[in-house]
């Protein structure tokens, strides 16, 4: 996640001295790539990316809290200085900031490998449509004192918007909404979900042995009787 943990650990652990005092950093970085798409054609590629950390002290009953808006080990030097002063410790001292790993090193959020397969899903369950589909990543990671750095990373899947379905009474625009957690299983959860969610909403009644009541709409009765 771009951070050192055994170095910010070490700093931090200067704030829990006795066995009652608790300290921690939490870094948290938020990652998110939007496609829209039309009648299958993808267009319109977004991408945002933010993060933050924040240093925390306690000590009995009194919590002290920290944040700033870099998610890096400058960020985290700054925090937890800030709490140092505040409970009157020897600050770290300034440095200049420290190399991290280049943000291309990350995990990539890539669209291709989805982009092929909704094309293909889309085009046959729902091939007019007015869709954004996103795909977000969550990485956090907790810094304790005097224990092991603790991180995982969560991705989510959306695909919403409008499309267009078949009726009995012709054309209907319909809302689709899908969320799910990046998985192996996911192409085939989505591909359900449109599959039923463009199912006829009034599907034909059979027509079984023995006298029924039949009720026609305006106009029919003349085009069978005559």
């Known amino acids: 996640m771009g951070v050192d943990g055994d170095r910010i650990a070490g700093w931090i652990e200067a704030l829990a001295r006795r066995p009652e005092e608790?300290?921690?950093?939490?870094?948290?970085?938020?990652?998110?790539?939007?496609?829209?798409?039309k009648d299958g054609v993808p267009s319109r590629v977004r991408a945002s990316a933010e993060g933050g950390l924040s240093a925390r002290s306690v000590d009995r009953s009194v919590e002290r809290l920290a944040f700033?808006?870099?998610?890096?080990?400058?960020?985290?030097?700054?925090?937890?200085?800030?709490?140092?002063?505040?409970?009157?410790?020897?600050?770290?001292?300034?440095?200049?900031?420290?190399?991290?790993?280049?943000?291309?090193?990350e995990t990539s959020l890539s669209p291709e490998r989805w982009i092929r397969r909704l094309t293909a899903t889309l085009t046959r369950h729902v091939p007019r449509h007015r869709l954004q589909w996103t795909l977000s990543e969550v990485q956090r990671e907790v810094i304790p004192a005097h224990r092991s750095p603790v991180s995982f990373i969560r991705r989510l899947v959306s695909l919403?918007?409008?499309?267009?379905?078949?009726s009995r009474h012709g054309d209907e625009s319909r809302i689709f909404s899908f969320h799910a957690p990046d998985a192996e299983s996911l192409p085939?959860?989505?591909?359900?979900?449109?599959?039923?969610?463009?199912?006829p909403r009034d599907p034909p009644t059979p027509c079984e042995?023995?006298?029924?009541?039949?009720?026609?709409?305006?106009?029919?009765?003349?085009?069978?009787?005559?």
């Open 209 to 226: 042995d023995g006298e029924k009541d039949v009720v026609l709409a305006e106009g029919c009765a003349a085009v069978l009787f005559h």
């Open 22 to 37: 608790i300290a921690d950093v939490f870094v948290e970085r938020r990652r998110s790539l939007t496609v829209e798409w």
């Open 68 to 105: 700033v808006s870099e998610a890096n080990e400058t960020g985290a030097r700054e925090a937890i200085r800030s709490l140092q002063i505040e409970l009157d410790r020897e600050p770290l001292p300034v440095k200049p900031p420290r190399g991290v790993r280049d943000e291309a090193e």
């Open 160 to 166: 919403e918007g409008s499309f267009v379905a078949a």
């Open 188 to 199: 085939e959860e989505l591909r359900l979900a449109l599959q039923r969610a463009a199912e």
